[in-house]
């Protein structure tokens, strides 16, 4: 009974020592066998290092990392030969589909191929899902190789003569073929991604020559717009010239030559009613001669403002200076002070500023018999003033008496000038004063809020 519990007792024990090392023996000794499963153990180790290295390199790409692959895997199994293949229509962007390595050489043709490892070669390609079935056949031993559950191809090798392929040994080359399919997934996404990149930075590059572009452009749009307000800046003193050149034409040429007609009358009479009527009619010779003097000075005057030559545009005081020059067929003397930092305004407003100063210094040379003007250009921080003064013989208070009248009912068409400033003003959303100037004549204020015109009322 005590025999058969001894006995017992170490069935027991060899059974428990055989379930902690793996190693199964009818030995008296399991010291021989622990030492090959050690030594099987540290091989199956290094062989882990030596694919762990191989698949870290799949940034290199496709082909070096199947290289490494292969050579890891042979080195393992001591092979003769080694083959790595791609089932098809799985993992398309990979390549080489296939790669063997035969005595040192690697191979991907498969002329080149010997006719033993073709066989191999057409059934993992045709039949990856075979290779699982079968691990091991007479000489030789594969792996599948999958991924996402799915067989992708696998790996097929002729191990050393003196290799015994253990569970162990196919294990590692599971691990490896499953390994490497990640790795070339993984490969072909890092330079798909890379290519991406590149993508990304022509569009990148593309969408800055555009922008690019468009900035050209949209510098050629501007100097088009301010091409297009200096040919209205332009239009806005030839049309001054022209405005002032009828009148000088159709009023005061012609009074100047009915003056010299009644002139001329006047001696014929005063020289048939006596020597002293003679006298006086001498006396009056030198203004008939005045009157030619004055009207060929005013057709000067005319040609001169039709055919001025073209003036370059500019900002507001710039335009102010120029149509200051419009003025100096008279005697009046046409002075431009601008203070403040000038402020850009919308064309059409400096074109209504501009023809309203034109009028009030055509008012100036036709009414005012002054010999001096000043027009003054205030900019403050929220408001334009605009100052024509001169040292006339002009009444400020009978100037906005007949402001008033005219606007509200036109007289013979007399002081339609002051009509007319009073709109532009109104129109610009800014007040019109009449004042007597600190050189003894008319003051005429122009006020224009800024930036944009808020209000509007003549001052009377």
Known sequence: MAARKESGNGTNSHTDLGALTGLRSGKRSFYPEYVRSAERLEYAVQALDRISRALVRTVEGPRTLVEA??????????????????????????????????????????????????EHLDGVRSRPWEVEWEPSGPGWVRAPMTLDGEP????VGWPGSEVSVADTDLAILR???????????????????????????????????????????????????????????????DDERHRIARELHDTVTQYVLSAG???????????????EAARVAERLAPARGATQQAVERLRAAIYALHHS???????????????????????LKVGVRVEGTPAPLPPEAENSILRLTGEALFNTVAHAHASRSLVHLVYKADHLRLTVSDDGT??????????????????????????????RARELG?????????????????????????SSEVTM
């Open 430 to 454: 800014g007040t019109l004063s009449i004042r007597r100037s600190r050189m003894g004549g008319i003051s005429l204020q122009l006020r224009v809020p800024l930036p944009s015109p808020t």
């Open 175 to 237: 691990v490896l073929a499953n390994q490497a399919a990640v790795a070339l997934h993984n490969s072909f996404l890092f330079h798909a991604a890379v290519q991406l990149r590149g993508r990304t930075e022509q569009l990148s590059e593309a969408a800055a020559k555009q922008a690019r572009d468009l900035a050209a452009r949209n510098a050629e749009l501007q100097e088009t717009q301010r091409r297009l307000v200096e040919a209205m800046q332009r239009q806005a003193l």
């Open 152 to 155: 992708v191809g696998g790996i």
């Open 69 to 118: 692959v292969v050579r890891a895997a042979a080195e393992h199994l001591q092979a003769d030969w080694l083959l790595l293949a791609i089932a098809d229509g799985a993992l398309r962007a990979a390549r080489p589909r296939f790669l063997l390595l035969c005595n040192g050489e690697l191979i991907d043709d498969e002329a080149g191929l010997p006719a033993e490892v073709g």
């Open 309 to 331: 030559a073209e003036e370059p545009p500019g900002s507001l005081p710039v335009l102010l200076q120029q149509l200051s020059t419009v003025h100096l067929p008279s005697d």
């Open 261 to 275: 007609m009644t002139i001329e009358v006047c001696r014929s009479e005063l020289e048939a009613m006596g020597p």
């Open 394 to 423: 002009g009444d400020p208070a009978q100037l906005r008496r007949s402001l008033h009248l005219s606007s509200a009912a036109d007289l013979a068409g007399r002081h339609r000038g002051l009509v007319n400033m009073a709109a």
